[in-house]
């Protein structure tokens, strides 16, 4: 029998991963959505296993990424996963076009373009699924459910690379120990500042004028909801719903001012109205935050010891977070851990020993 590799595995984690969700779906109509697809991954999967001499039974476990995620679902709610998991159906689809176009140029299915618009063909096809559905469906679709992940993985590693190269360069520049300390705080302080108020600036700006552009759709509405009927109508036959659903969808969700409202300015406007709801100071203490938590981890052995000890205890321990930080990454990738962590490992430490040098030959200069 031979062993699983990675375009197998891939096949697999999204069979378990549709199924998970169709598992704690609490609309049966999107549920049944999720095991259609979970049933088309299984499918690809046992094709994969019968080309390779793989034996499918009992069907393979997911992998080791699919359970930390079933983790996170519970912790954070599945639409993360969802999220997640459309990051891997695209790279995989894309895998799947270049390998096909290889062997035939002339061939293409349906799943060369990507899995992802499976969905969009069981939607249209799914006469169960009304209008408000069909909006929350999507409304979750187009919100990448790990940008809060990858924004702490992100964070994190922007604290800790930044820090960890700043400290080696002034402890190659000096020999003392409180210098280092100071420059390792203040750089915690510095950085950690910067970004929670580059977030506040972010959030809070957008949210300014998203809603004055939100204002102007609603009174759009309120003016000629007749002609926003007939909008909403087409944002759906673009889409490829038959005329007469599309019409009936559109009715449904006009008689809600505000359900049609959320649609517009996500299809017109490309606004996801969740998201202003977020808090600005909340994003920025978040920034803070993660950004402080990376920022540390290269400081701490210089408060415990001093010079070329304190130097080489700091580097293990970045090295180790890097590690960490380049493994949690392969949650949305789905690259080797070892590949990953060991890349994130390689160029902070190559970032840490280059601004070392330049310290180093200040300090000597400076000393001369």
């Avoid at 359970?67 to 891997?88: A, F, P």
């Avoid at 400290?167 to 500042?193: D, P, R, Y």
């Avoid at 996500?266 to 709801?277: A, C, K, P, S, T």
Wanted: no cysteine; net charge negative; glycine share 8%.
């Amino acid at each position: 029998m031979n062993k699983i590799n990675k375009s197998v595995q891939t096949e697999i984690d999204a069979y378990h991963l549709y199924k998970l969700l169709a598992d704690h779906e609490k609309d049966p109509d999107v549920a049944e959505i999720f095991l259609q697809m979970s049933e088309i991954e299984k499918s690809h999967a046992l094709a994969f296993m019968n080309k390779y001499n793989i034996q499918a039974e009992p069907f393979p476990p997911p992998s080791g990424r699919v359970k930390i995620l079933g983790w996170i679902g519970k912790v954070m709610g599945y639409d993360y996963i969802l999220g997640v998991l459309m990051d891997t159906e695209k790279s995989l689809s894309k895998t799947v076009l270049t390998a096909r176009k290889k062997l035939k140029p002339e061939s293409s299915s349906v799943s060369d373009t990507a899995h992802v618009t499976i969905l969009k063909n069981l939607l249209e096809n799914q006469t169960k699924v009304s209008g408000s559905n069909l909006v929350r469906f999507e409304k979750r679709h187009r919100s990448v459910g790990g940008n809060a992940l990858r924004a702490a993985v992100l964070g994190g590693n922007d604290g800790l690379v930044s820090n960890f190269s700043l400290i080696m360069g002034i402890a190659g520049a000096t020999s003392g120990n409180e210098e280092v300390l100071l420059a390792g705080m203040a750089g915690l302080l510095a950085g950690a500042l910067s970004m929670a108020l580059g977030e506040w600036i972010s959030v809070k700006s957008s949210q300014e004028l998203y809603e004055n552009q939100m204002n102007l759709e609603m009174e759009e509405l309120e003016l000629n909801p007749e002609g926003e009927e007939k909008e909403i109508a087409l944002i759906y036959m673009s889409k490829g719903i038959p005329q007469s659903q599309a019409k009936d969808m559109a009715a449904e969700i006009i008689r809600d001012k505000d359900k049609a409202h959320m649609l517009l300015v996500r299809e017109e406007l490309g606004i996801n109205n969740e998201e202003l709801q977020g808090s600005a100071m909340e994003a920025a203490v978040t920034s803070f935050l993660l950004f402080a938590i990376g920022a540390i981890i290269p400081v701490i052995p210089f408060i415990f010891t001093s010079g070329f000890n304190a130097v080489i205890i700091s580097t293990v321990v970045s090295a180790a977070g890097l590690f960490i930080i380049g493994s949690a990454i392969t949650l949305f990738t789905g690259k080797s851990i070892l590949y990953s962590g060991m890349r994130q490992v390689f160029f902070g430490l190559a970032a840490a020993a280059i601004t070392y040098g330049i310290g180093s030959l200040i300090g000597v200069q400076v000393a001369g």
